[in-house]
């Protein structure tokens, strides 16, 4: 028998593996028990699950530390919450509830019989009653409930809306332009309009009665949209507590699909290991190697939710991925079972097995565990969580895999030993050749005393290695993978970046409808920009620093993005506009702080200027945006922003500032995904490579192993584009989890090559295809059907989880069957250059070939399952 050459990494965990194995094998219910024990004790965990869910979006999907959380906080300090309502000052989204109104047919909405219905349902909902009515509850200004312009206007009378000539989108003094939307002009005069929006804000102070008022107004509106009240207009609807309550709902949605995944994890595990001899086929094996993903799952997350480990929704898709992952490693071991002597004793064979397919479980589960950890680096909460379940979930599938499961495959050895039927346990009479049936079995090849090998492992061996391996072949594989390459380079240009919150809801929620309704007609105008001049040395009365101020807002405006034509919303301009209209000069710094109290409490400005104990600590001013449509537009927006408010600083007269608007928390996701991406990516290729130069020693090999790294994650990155998913915290870290699976396949494959015994390069392909290919398939399918009932979620973050998952692995598995083989015939020098001193013995039989994903470590290749 042939002796492969060992080295110091490759023995001593060899030699680990075959005497665990031999201990599960002789005592297989303790270790059963064991397993059982330890996952039911872990998943008591559970019982913390509601505790432990961290559903908070803005702290799940925004950045830990992002720029805009530290100028939210800047803003709080130095301008607290006023009594007097003002949406312009909100340093949140607020309380509120919103409605959008349009026509049925998209047509012109400022007629007569439009706003009847419109007045109407205003008065409906400030008529809610859920203990407190809208009156008692609303947001005041002056005593009174904060009003919708619109209203305001015609008077609460249908008719003026016709007969009125409104301005737009400035009209005396109010701001049309998040009211109406789809308009039509003609010299600033409003002809037609597509949309109307109407706020109704609450006291944000009244937490406990406010929600009960936002779940009334929801019933009426879920009641009026139902049974279409209204013949003329149509109505989108969303409070500030829609979008999180959607999102909670999420995880609900996936809990009937995890029964599918099972059950289809199941089957397919059973049909890879179905035989027609009723001792050898392996079906409790496959469904108990099932069952051991799922203990994996509940002791892993319940260990977790034990240490106060947030459940974010994100980590719902975990037992999705665990069970592809488990069920493949499951694979292996049988694999490798099949491949000793049927004579020999349950524990020596066990033993064997461990021995084979433990260092190579091992490798996989390290580079996979490793990608996981990496993506602990990302800013975002959400992706840290499911990198801490999913990364913790692989390594209990390990151990339950060497123990729990190797203890199945123990006492279903022993059934074999017996020759005892899989359903019945009852003997049955040996089969003599490779018939079996419903009632002979235990048939076995009695050359090499091991099982018959499964008949797909021939078709790669006999047909496809010799087919890819031709000429004509090589040169199509290598045309396909320039279309490949140039499609994905593509994509990569298409990419949009950040997480859409309408996405946060499922498919057919109100809230993706008024989303819609918002972008489609309410996109002219954006967000009305925060400008907070946070210097206390700041000298307003000076003519020069005026000046400088002056020329900082005036860089604002000159922005493409806030080229609105609307003046700033300014108080020192005002202020100075009350001195000289008064007859006093407000450039001596005692003359301009004795009368800014005074002007203050009359214009309304009390609230932009910090002005305490003779001191200005801060002031702040408003900058109106325009045509903010989509991701890119948000991104440009903030990142100019920024930008000017940094030059400011850079002035002969220096003004300190900061930019800021609710919005900025979310839009903080765009200045980190890319860098943040592209980090993790780096960090984990790089360790990617040092695992293939410790399990391929040859460092050109090493390097292609990289090369298909880098060219399934661009291939990824672009076919995921093009597929209608963004680059964000959800397909972030799906992006460095497929560095994990190309090591998967790639490595072995290489190395398989590399360490191949045959004389030519199109030899060695083909020995490599033929010990690994039929495993990657039965890999690369498992982890599919782990995943693909996520494309039936109604939910966006588990539908891009399949969709990215799903070109993961069958990139990978191309990559590992298709491209790699190839390229690796191109290069006749990434081969085995040590000599070969072995004695000429005659060519294994088919049935004796290698098992699943071969394991590679330095200069080891265990061509013979029995070698030390």
């Not at 595990?269 to 203990?295: E, N, Y």
């Not at 319940?302 to 994100?314: Q, R």
């Amino acid at each position: 028998m042939a002796k492969c050459k060992t080295d110091c990494i490759e023995r001593p965990l060899s030699l680990v593996f075959e005497k665990l194995g031999g201990v599960v094998g002789r005592h297989p219910c303790v270790f059963l028990l064991l397993a059982l024990f330890v996952a039911a004790v872990l998943g008591a965990g559970f019982i913390f699950l509601h505790e432990g869910k961290a559903n908070d979006i803005e702290d799940q999907f925004t950045p830990v530390n992002g720029p805009a959380k530290s100028e939210r906080a800047i803003v709080v300090e130095n301008f607290p919450q006023s009594e007097e309502f003002s949406q312009l000052r909100l340093v949140s989204e607020g309380t509120y509830a919103s409605l959008i109104i349009t026509g049925l047919q998209g047509e012109n909405i400022l007629n007569e019989a439009a706003f009847n219905d419109i007045i109407e349902l205003d008065r409906q909902v400030k008529s809610i009653k859920t203990g407190n009515n809208f009156e008692n509850l609303c947001a005041k200004t002056k005593g009174r409930c904060m009003s919708n312009a619109i209203l305001d206007i015609i008077n609460y009378n249908a008719t003026e809306i016709v007969s009125l000539d409104i301005t737009y989108p400035m009209n005396n003094g109010m701001f049309l332009g998040t009211t109406i939307g789809g308009v039509e002009l003609n010299n600033s005069k409003l002809t037609s309009a597509k949309a109307v929006r109407l706020f109704y804000f609450l006291d944000e102070k009244k937490t406990k009665e406010n929600p009960y008022w936002l779940d009334g107004f929801l019933k009426l509106l879920s009641n009026y949209t139902e049974e279409k009240m209204s013949s003329e207009v149509h109505v989108s609807y969303f409070t500030s507590i829609s979008r999180q309550n959607e999102f909670e709902t999420n995880a609900d949605s996936v809990i009937p699909l995890f029964s599918i995944t099972y059950f289809l994890a199941i089957t397919i595990s059973i049909m890879s290991c179905l035989r027609l001899d009723c001792v050898r086929t392996k079906v409790w094996v496959a469904t108990f190697g099932v069952v051991s993903a799922g203990m994996a799952v509940l002791a892993s997350f319940g260990l977790l939710l034990f240490c106060g480990m947030p459940f974010a929704m994100t980590v719902a898709t975990a037992p999705f991925l665990i069970l592809g992952v488990g069920v493949d490693d499951m694979f292996i071991m049988i694999s490798c079972w099949q491949k000793t002597e049927v004579n020999k004793a349950v524990e020596f064979r066990l033993a064997e097995t461990y021995k084979e397919a433990g260092v190579s479980i091992t490798i996989t589960t390290l580079t996979d565990v490793l990608a996981f950890y990496i993506g602990l680096m990302t800013p975002f909460r959400s992706v840290q969580s499911f990198c801490m379940y999913t990364s913790t979930a692989l390594l209990f599938c390990y151990i339950f895999n060497i123990t729990f499961f190797g203890a199945c495959l123990a006492l279903n050895g022993r059934r074999e030993k017996g020759n005892r039927h899989w359903l019945t346990c009852m003997k049955v009479p040996e089969a003599t050749g490779d018939d079996g049936g419903c009632c002979v079995g235990g048939a076995y090849d009695k050359n090499t005393l091991k099982e018959f090998e499964m008949p797909v492992n021939s078709l790669f061996k006999n047909y496809y290695g010799p087919f890819l391996t031709r000429v004509w072949v090589k040169t199509l594989v290598c045309l396909i993978y320039a279309g490949y390459l140039a499609v994905s380079i593509y994509g990569c240009f298409q990419m949009q970046e950040g997480l859409d919150l309408k996405h946060l809801a499922a498919d057919g929620s109100y809230v993706g409808s008024y989303y819609d309704k918002e972008d489609e007609f309410f996109s002219a105008f954006g967000p009305n920009v925060m400008l907070v001049i946070k210097d206390e040395e700041f000298k307003y009365w000076s003519p020069t620093a005026r000046e400088s101020l002056d020329l900082c807002l005036e860089n604002f405006q000159n922005l493409k993005v806030a080229r609105s034509g609307i003046s700033p919303v300014s108080w020192l301009s005002e202020y100075m506009k009350f001195g000289q209209n008064f007859g006093f000069s407000l450039n001596n710094e005692t003359q301009f702080k004795s009368h800014l109290t005074a002007f203050l409490n009359q214009s309304g400005f009390s609230q932009d200027v910090n002005f305490t104990n003779n001191q200005i600590h801060a002031s702040r001013m408003f900058i109106q945006t325009v045509n903010i449509r989509t991701a890119i537009d948000e991104k440009n927006m903030l990142d100019v922003f920024r930008e000017t408010a940094e030059k400011c600083g850079k002035l002969q007269t220096p003004v300190d500032l900061i930019v800021y608007h609710p919005a900025f928390i979310y839009f903080d996701q765009y200045a980190v995904i890319i860098s943040n991406t592209i980090q993790n990516l780096v960090v984990a290729t790089c360790a990617m490579l040092v695992i293939s130069l410790l399990l391929i020693p040859n460092p050109l090999c090493s390097l292609w192993v990289t090369f298909a790294i880098a060219s399934v994650i661009v291939g990824v990155a672009g076919f995921m584009a093009l597929w209608d998913v963004s680059l964000d915290s959800v397909s972030m870290i799906n992006l460095v989890i497929c560095i994990g699976f190309s090591v998967d396949f790639s490595a072995h494959i290489s190395y398989a090559f590399v360490s191949s015994e045959k004389s030519s390069v199109n030899e060695k392909a083909t020995d490599a295809i033929t010990k690994l290919g039929y495993p990657i398939i039965q890999g690369a399918v498992s982890t599919i059907a782990g995943v693909v009932v996520l494309s039936a979620a109604k939910s966006y973050i588990f539908r891009t989880f399949f969709k990215i998952m799903f070109l993961v692995i069958l990139f990978g598995a191309v990559h590992g069957i298709v491209f790699i083989p190839v390229f690796l015939t191109f290069l006749g020098t990434c081969n085995n250059s040590r000599e070969k001193t072995k004695p000429n013995l005659p060519e294994p039989s088919d049935k004796s070939e290698r098992r699943e994903k071969a394991f590679v470590i330095q200069n080891v290749w265990c061509a013979d399952p029995d070698c030390p």
